[in-house]
C-alpha cells in the first residue's frame, strides 16, 4: 500500500510588522521552508507594514516531513537582508484538524540555537564485564547541518554526555557532512541509570561554539534496544517564546492531505462505475456517483474534486464524455439563460480545471509575448478618472502637469497597443487550440443550441463557450500571470493595474458586448469602439473552434496530461563547463537557454540558435539543489544523470533566484519521476581540488552523503496523472454521503440491499409511482454502496496487516 502526502500552503497577509528601516516602513516577504528546505518565495512588498500576498503552493511531500516553517525577511538593497521573526509548525499541529490552518499567527523570534537541522548516525553498545557496565557510542557521520560560519560551512564535533561523564570527538573543519568514525566508551557511575545525550557544536575560534542540534535516548530505550542508525537532530527543549505581537502576526491558510492508497485493481470497480455513469442520462441520474458527488460537494471542495474528476477521466480517454455529462445536468436545470455556467457548480469548475489541464501550453503560445511587453515597458495606463494621477506624468516628463484628457488618450492608446496584439493572438490560435479542448467546446455548443433554439438566444451557444475560454482562461491569466505560471514574480501594483485594464477589456469582449456601457464603470466608454470592432471578430473565431471533426479524437487510446513532446519549462540558465581547466569559478559558467520536455532536457546558445545539445529525461537520476560554497554562487541545482555504460555525470545549472530554481527542480522531478534506479544519496557539493566541498571525501566516486529529495515537488498544472490517488479522493467524497444514499434510496439505514426487499418496497411504493423508474436508482445506489463497502474492507485488512508489522518490529519484516 503507497500512501501520498501534500501541503496547500496559502500565505495571505501579515500584520503589525515592525519597521526595519529608517525611512519607518520595512520591505516584508515570505519563504516557505519544509524540513529546512526552501520551497518557496513569496514576492517583495515594497514599504508596508501590512503587507498582503495572497500566494497559494501545493507541495508534494515525503511522508517522513516533520515541519514546516514561515519566515519573515525584509529586503534590503545594499547587505543582508534582515530577518524579522518566523512561524513554525509541525506536522502534528497541522494535522491535527483536518480542514486544516486559517488564522492569524503571532511571529516569534528567530533564535539560533533553535535552528537546528540535519541528522547523526550512531551505533549505541550497552556492553558488561568484570569492571561493570559500559557504553560504547560509535559516532559515525553526520549530514546536511546548518551553516553556522559566513563560508556557508561549519567546523562540527560531537559531545557524549552519560551521567556525569562526556567525551568528545575530533573536529572536522569546513563541512556540513562530517565523518568522523570514532568510538567513545564511557563506564557507568553508581547512581540512577542515566539517559544517554550527544550534542553537536561548531566550533569557533573566536567567541562561544554555536549548537548544531542534539538527540538524546531514555535508559529504558539503551537497555531494551539499543539505538543504531539515523537520528534526526533537535534542538534543546524549551519552552516556545511568544513575542506577544511585538514582531507582527501572519494570516496563513495550511492543510495536510494524506492518505493510504490501495493497489488499483481495488479501485477497477469504483472506476467502472464513475465511467458508466457519464454514458447515461444525465438528466435523470439521481444515484451514480457522479450524481451523489455533485449534490455532497460544495464550495472550495468542488475545485479539488473537479481537478480529482478530470485527471481520472483524463487517463481514461474519457474527458469528453464527463464534461458533456455535466454540462448536460446544468444545461436542464436552467431555465434563464443569462445565469448559465455562472455559478461555482461542478460542471463550471470541471471545465474551467479541464481547461488548465490541458490548455496551458496554449494559453502561454497565446498570451505570454503580450504579457511579457507589460512588465518589461512599465507604461502607465489609467481611464478611471478617480484613479488618475496627474501629477506623475508631470514628475516623468518635467513640462508641467497634463490634463485628465490627456492622461486618457494616452492610455487609450497604449490599452489599444496592448489589447490588439491579444485580440491578433486570440483569434488567429484555432489551429493551435488543443484537440481535446476544440471537442469539448464543440460537445458544449450543440447541448446548449439544442436547449435554447429560439432566435432571442442566438448567442446563448456563443455565450457559453466564450464564458469559458474568456472569463475563466484568458482574463485571470491577464489578471494575475504569476498564478498560471506565465510570470516568476507578482506584478508591481502599477502593472497590476495595467493587467486588471486589459483583463475587464478581455471580460468585456468574453460577454459579447452585452454589458457595455452597463454598471458604475462608465470610463470604461473610451474602449467600446474597439471592444465592439473585436467582438465579430471573436463570434468567427468561435465558429471556427467547434468546427472539429468528433471522430478525429473518439475512441483515442488514455494518454498522459501532457504529451512527451510538450515543453514544459524553459529559459535562460547559467551552466557549468564539464571539466573547467584553470578557469575561476564564476567564468566556468556560461549563460544558455534551456527546454525541457517529458522526452529530453535540451540547450542551445538562445532560442533562435539552431544546433542544440540534449539529455534524454530517462537517462536521469536526481535533481537536486547545491551548498552554496560548493562554487560561491548561490541558487545552483545539479542534474545527475547515467549513460549507457552506468557511468553518472554531472551537470550543474545557476538560476536567477529561489524561486526559479524550485521551479526548475520541480518540473525535472516530475518529468523524471517514472525512472528507476533512482539515487537514494548523492554530493551536495561539487568534487573540487581532489576532494568533494560537501564531505571532503578524497574520492571522487565517494557514496552521496545527502538523501536525494525526488519527492519534493510543487504542485501545477503539469503534474503527471496519478489515477489511483485521484480515485481514491473520489472513494472520500463518497463515503461523506453514504448514509444521505441509503436514506434516499433504501428509506432504512440498515434495511437489506437485496433483490427480494427491492420488491417489497417497490409494492408498497406510493400510488402512481412508476415501479421500474424507483428501482433503477434503488439498484444504481445498493450498487455503489457493495463497492464503497467492498473499498471499506480493503483498507481495513491493509491496515491491520501494517499494525501487525509494525508490532513485530524489524525482526517480523
Keep these: 500500500m503507497a500512501k501520498s502526502s501534500s501541503l496547500n500552503v496559502r500565505v495571505v497577509e501579515g500584520r503589525a510588522l515592525p519597521a526595519k528601516d529608517v525611512s519607518g516602513s520595512s520591505d516584508p516577504y515570505c519563504i516557505v521552508k519544509v524540513d529546512d528546505e526552501v520551497v518557496a518565495r513569496t514576492a517583495t512588498v515594497w514599504r508596508s507594514l501590512s503587507p498582503f500576498w495572497g500566494e497559494e503552493y501545493t507541495i508534494h511531500l515525503p511522508l517522513d516531513f516533520h515541519h514546516l516553517a514561515f519566515y519573515v525577511l525584509d529586503e534590503d538593497t545594499v547587505g543582508h537582508d534582515d530577518i524579522i521573526g518566523k512561524i513554525s ?23 539560533p540555537d533553535a535552528e537546528v537541522q540535519g541528522e547523526i548516525c550512531l551505533d549505541v553498545q550497552m556492553l558488561e564485564d568484570a569492571r561493570g557496565r559500559c557504553l560504547r557510542c560509535h559516532v559515525l557521520q553526520a549530514r546536511d547541518l546548518a551553516p553556522r560560519d559566513i563560508t556557508g560551512t561549519s567546523d562540527p564535533f560531537a559531545r557524549v554526555f552519560w551521567g556525569s561523564q562526556s567525551l568528545e570527538t575530533s573536529t572536522i573543519k569546513k563541512t556540513r557532512f562530517p565523518h568522523w568514525d570514532e568510538v567513545l566508551e564511557l563506564r557507568e557511575m553508581p547512581g540512577a541509570p542515566a539517559p544517554l545525550r550527544v550534542e553537536l557544536w561548531d566550533w569557533d575560534m573566536v567567541g562561544k561554539n554555536d549548537f548544531l542540534g542534539m538527540v ?17 537532530l533537535l534542538p534543546f527543549p524549551r519552552a516556545e517564546e511568544d513575542s506577544g505581537g511585538t514582531l507582527g502576526a501572519l494570516r496563513l491558510k495550511v492543510r495536510l492531505l494524506e492518505d493510504r492508497i490501495l493497489p488499483s485493481r481495488y479501485y477497477q470497480p469504483l472506476t467502472e462505475l464513475l465511467m458508466e455513469s457519464v454514458l447515461g442520462p444525465a438528466e435523470e441520474d439521481a444515484a451514480s456517483p457522479l450524481a451523489v458527488l455533485e449534490e455532497l460537494t460544495l464550495g472550495d471542495c468542488r475545485q479539488d474534486l473537479a481537478t480529482k474528476l478530470v485527471k481520472l477521466f483524463l487517463g481514461q480517454g474519457q474527458a469528453g464524455p464527463l464534461l458533456d455529462y455535466l454540462t448536460r445536468r446544468e444545461v436542464t ?178 460577454n459579447l458586448g452585452q454589458q457595455l456601457g452597463q454598471g458604475k464603470e462608465l470610463w470604461m466608454a473610451p474602449l467600446h469602439p474597439f471592444l465592439l470592432q473585436s467582438i465579430s471578430r471573436v463570434r468567427h473565431f468561435l465558429d471556427q473552434l467547434v468546427d472539429v471533426d468528433e471522430e478525429e479524437e473518439a475512441g483515442g487510446p488514455a494518454r498522459a496530461l501532457v504529451a512527451p513532446s510538450v515543453i ?22 556560461k ?98 581540488s581532489s576532494r568533494w566541498t560537501c564531505c571532503l571525501q578524497a574520492e571522487r566516486s565517494a557514496a552521496g552523503c545527502s538523501r536525494t529529495h525526488s519527492a519534493v515537488t510543487l504542485g501545477d498544472w503539469s503534474d503527471p496523472l ?23 434510496f433504501q428509506e432504512d439505514p440498515n434495511t437489506d440491499s437485496s433483490p427480494e426487499a427491492d420488491a417489497e418496497k417497490s409494492s408498497g411504493a406510493t400510488e402512481g409511482a412508476c415501479p421500474d423508474a424507483l428501482a433503477r436508482p434503488r439498484e444504481a445506489a445498493a450498487r455503489l454502496l457493495e463497492v464503497l463497502a467492498d473499498l471499506d474492507r480493503a483498507h481495513e485488512e491493509f491496515q491491520q496487516r501494517e499494525q501487525q508489522k509494525a508490532a513485530l518490529g524489524p525482526l517480523g519484516h
Excluded at 580 to 586: D, I, M, Y
Aim: charged share 25%.
Design 722 to 744: 496519478d489515477p489511483d490517488a485521484e480515485i481514491q479522493m473520489v472513494y472520500r467524497r463518497l463515503l461523506l454521503g453514504r448514509d444521505q444514499l441509503r436514506m434516499k
Design 216 to 232: 538524546e535516548f531514555p535508559p529504558q530505550v539503551l537497555q531494551q534496544n539499543a539505538p543504531s542508525g539515523w537520528f534526526r
Design 568 to 589: 514544459v519549462r524553459e529559459g535562460y540558465l547559467l551552466k557549468r563547463k564539464e571539466e573547467p581547466a584553470s578557469l575561476a569559478t564564476r567564468f566556468a559558467f
Design 89 to 111: 509548525l509541525s506536522r502534528e499541529a497541522i494535522a491535527a484538524d483536518p480542514r486544516g490552518i486559517d488564522s492569524w499567527i503571532n511571529l516569534s523570534r528567530v533564535d
Design 333 to 510: 436545470r436552467t431555465t434563464d439563460p443569462n445565469t448559465l455556467f455562472r455559478s461555482n457548480s461542478l460542471a463550471s469548475k470541471a471545465m474551467e480545471q479541464f481547461m488548465k489541464l490541458v490548455g496551458m501550453p496554449y494559453l502561454h503560445e497565446v498570451l505570454k509575448p503580450v504579457i511579457n511587453r507589460v512588465f518589461e515597458e512599465k507604461k502607465y495606463m489609467e481611464l478611471d478618472p478617480c484613479k488618475m494621477d496627474l501629477g506623475r506624468t508631470r514628475r516623468i516628463s518635467f513640462k508641467g502637469a497634463p490634463s485628465e484628457e490627456h492622461v486618457r488618450d494616452a492610455s487609450l492608446g497604449l490599452l489599444t497597443g496592448y489589447l490588439g496584439p491579444i485580440v491578433e493572438a486570440i483569434v488567429g490560435s484555432v489551429g493551435r487550440c488543443p484537440l481535446a479542448m476544440r471537442l469539448a467546446f464543440k460537445q458544449l455548443h450543440q447541448c446548449v443550441e439544442e436547449h435554447f433554439p429560439q432566435a432571442e438566444h442566438e448567442d446563448v451557444k456563443y455565450l457559453a463557450i466564450s464564458g469559458f475560454l474568456f472569463l475563466r482562461f484568458f482574463a485571470p491569466a491577464i489578471l494575475t500571470p504569476k498564478l498560471f505560471d506565465l510570470r516568476d514574480q507578482h506584478a508591481d501594483p502599477q502593472t497590476s493595474r495595467s493587467l486588471l485594464l486589459l483583463a475587464k477589456a478581455v471580460q468585456s469582449i468574453g
Design 591 to 688: 549563460k544558455r537557454y534551456f527546454w525541457l520536455s517529458g522526452e529530453t532536457l535540451s540547450y542551445s546558445k538562445s532560442p533562435e540558435w539552431q544546433m542544440r545539445s540534449s539529455v534524454p529525461v530517462s537517462h536521469i537520476r536526481a535533481v537536486e539543489r547545491v551548498d552554496e560554497g560548493a562554487f560561491q554562487l548561490p541558487h545552483v541545482m545539479q542534474v545527475v544523470t547515467q549513460d549507457a555504460a552506468g557511468a553518472l555525470h554531472t551537470t550543474y545549472l545557476q538560476c536567477k533566484n529561489v524561486n526559479e530554481l524550485n521551479q526548475w527542480l520541480s518540473a525535472l522531478r516530475k518529468a523524471s519521476a517514472p525512472n528507476p534506479d533512482k539515487l537514494a544519496a548523492c554530493h551536495p557539493g561539487a568534487f573540487r
